[in-house]
DNA sequence: CTGAAAGCGCTAACAA
DNA sequence: TTGTTAGCGCTTTCAG
């Protein structure tokens, strides 16, 4: 491995006549420049970043915590993440926590002994405020952190010193879906949620719009109208199945993401449930594959790469110690209206159709 | 940030001597050693592992290269390599080439500078034996590397002193594609395949097991039955749409990836063409969603974490400097039949059937 | 503008 | 068993 030092006797200068060269911050003689540069080009040298991370204290590297990089929402939001990082001259550490809150806070810790720069926290790898304040307290003086897409409530967090978050405002989508649904007419209305029980939801922010919106026009949403799931496909069919088995069963499901969604379709295919004839379903990310299913999956979602974009803005200023202007940031997603909502022509005239995107 | 020097001070002991009882490759007395774990512990001092790195001249990270992490196939490899790669104690760098060779070689050299142990390198990400060359090349003194998944001749690689390389034998699995529909009674088929032209195809291996078992039998994969995409749903949506708009259409696709295969699936829906009645599709990968659209996609594929298994066994071997055994590992794929080739009871006795796995 | 020197935090001979 | 010493390869004052 040819170093710095290499290069330095080639030259006939100092290891840290290179370095200036390198780093161009100091200005070097035109003469003693080009030597140089030709010394670098002859021996093929290319600086050693771990040595270079040692004595600047920085690594260069960011790294990304999410739930899992298999489910397509977060493995489109990570290719986003991930551009932006190498743009910016970062390469980037994943680490997918299996939804497991432990071993996220395990990551953290090991991530910030790797002295990583920066630290992406998607939501659903850790959970709630207790985890913000660990985050928080062994962020002194490690790593710049920024949330991303939490569920919890940003206020809260705010109120807390939280950590700078980006995300999507969750329960606005979840209302675009209720008010959807309504406007076609639903009454029957399940919901498909990420979490176990009514008390250990996953996904809050999106049932709580959901539900909310539902009783803004006192339609309810009994305990027995919401199934979880774990946001996979498998758990979405299993519960729609469920509920399409029940005596009366609902003529529509919103599932908090479009995995689970698209579980449900096939749950609705294989009971002979027509869609979006006898039962409508909406999803939750706008995930690529909901546009190539049919019916096509009606969906709430947002741009991921802006939301990328903002992210990755607000950790780049956190790792060059600025000061964060805006420290929530919450992005309102659309509604994107497909097949498995309404078939054209066959919905009422003032409710959305096939194409539309609310609001 | 706590040094290992002020954890020396506090237990009265030289930087040495708590790196010893930090590595416990040395014996330490057990009351100094305590000393030491009292004074980690109340200064909650956790080791710079970049420092370590730089000392030890190795980092602990290893690095994974691919085409494309939002396409599930590679997220649920990923996902698989994250794994295993954390439970020997590394972590993973993440790098997609979005099928840019050129990029792929500029992100080779950077993660060598970069110091990884390791780099385990999809196919798609680079091509051909010239990368392979540069690879080699590079790799004196440099990270082990392993090639997963490519789909140039394992044994033209070996014969070049290639890295060692773990994938599947993609010509078999296509040729148990074209051996399932011509059972079927398929003889208009046609395929869609990643790449541009016909000197310029990206699945190599799939295209040509293909065209050989349906040539074995006297059935011809003329140009004209060959299009192309870029292994994205989009790009096999329109394939297939040209393909079923033609006068003649085919009653059978075989595409080289299930997003491709999907793609296929809306355009024949779209086309009001019914599979699998009308048109036969089958996929490659086995990506967990096509379990779940309607009709559930057939297609070939192998155990991905098996194959992550065996690759990062590999790798790992090579990190440690161990004499690679067996160099070229191939895994052979099944077919999954499901849905969109065979509606159950409508098959020839012969032929496979909905939930049979081939061979 | 360039060189000398110190040091980033940790490890690994070798001595004591 | 523990301390001393000398780096790993690069950056960064500070002199010259």
Not at 69 to 77: D, G, M, Q, R, T
Not at 213 to 220: F, K, P, S
Not at 319 to 330: A, I, T, Y
């Amino acid at each position: 491995m040819t170093t710095i030092s290499d290069v330095a006797r080639r030259a006939s200068v100092t290891p840290a006549t290179v370095s200036n060269v390198i780093s161009g911050k100091v200005r070097v003689r035109e003469a003693t420049r080009d030597r140089v540069l030709m010394a670098i080009a002859e021996l093929d040298y290319r600086p050693n970043l771990v040595a270079r991370g040692l004595a600047r204290g920085r690594s260069e590297v960011l790294a990304l915590l999410l739930p899992d990089i298999a489910n397509p929402y977060h493995a489109e939001l990570a290719r986003e993440v991930e551009n932006i990082a190498y743009a910016h001259g970062y390469r980037l550490l994943v680490r997918a926590t299996a939804y497991d809150v432990g071993a996220g806070r395990a990551y953290l810790r090991d991530l910030a002994d790797r002295q990583v720069d920066g630290l992406l926290v998607m939501g659903g790898g850790l959970a709630g405020a207790d985890v913000c304040e660990g985050i928080v307290q062994g962020t002194e003086q490690g790593p710049a952190i920024v949330l991303c897409n939490w569920e919890e409530d940003v206020t809260r967090l705010a109120a807390e010193e939280s950590p700078p978050t980006v995300g999507l405002d969750f329960a606005y989508g979840a209302a675009l879906a209720a008010r959807h649904l309504l406007r076609l007419g639903h009454h029957r209305i399940a919901a498909i949620v990420h979490g176990t029980t009514p008390d250990c939801v996953v996904h809050t922010g999106r049932l709580r719009g959901f539900s909310t919106a539902l009783a803004g026009v006192g339609v309810r949403l009994d305990d027995g109208d919401v199934c979880y799931g774990d946001s996979s496909s498998e758990s979405g069919y299993a519960a729609a199945t469920a509920l399409l088995t029940r005596p009366e069963r609902p003529t529509a499901i919103f599932a908090t993401n479009d995995l689970m969604a698209l579980g449900a379709l096939a749950a609705a295919y294989d009971q002979g449930v027509r869609v979006p004839d006898e039962l409508a379903v909406i999803g939750f990310d706008n995930i690529a594959m909901g546009a190539y299913v049919r019916p096509a999956l009606t969906t709430v979602g947002a741009p991921t790469r802006d939301l990328a974009i903002e992210a990755m803005a607000m950790l780049l200023r956190g790792v060059d110690g600025q000061e964060q202007r805006v420290r929530h940031l919450s992005v309102r997603p659309s509604l994107i209206v497909r097949g498995s909502t309404t078939s054209p022509g066959r919905a009422p005239s003032w409710a959305a159709r096939p194409g539309d995107v609310l609001p």
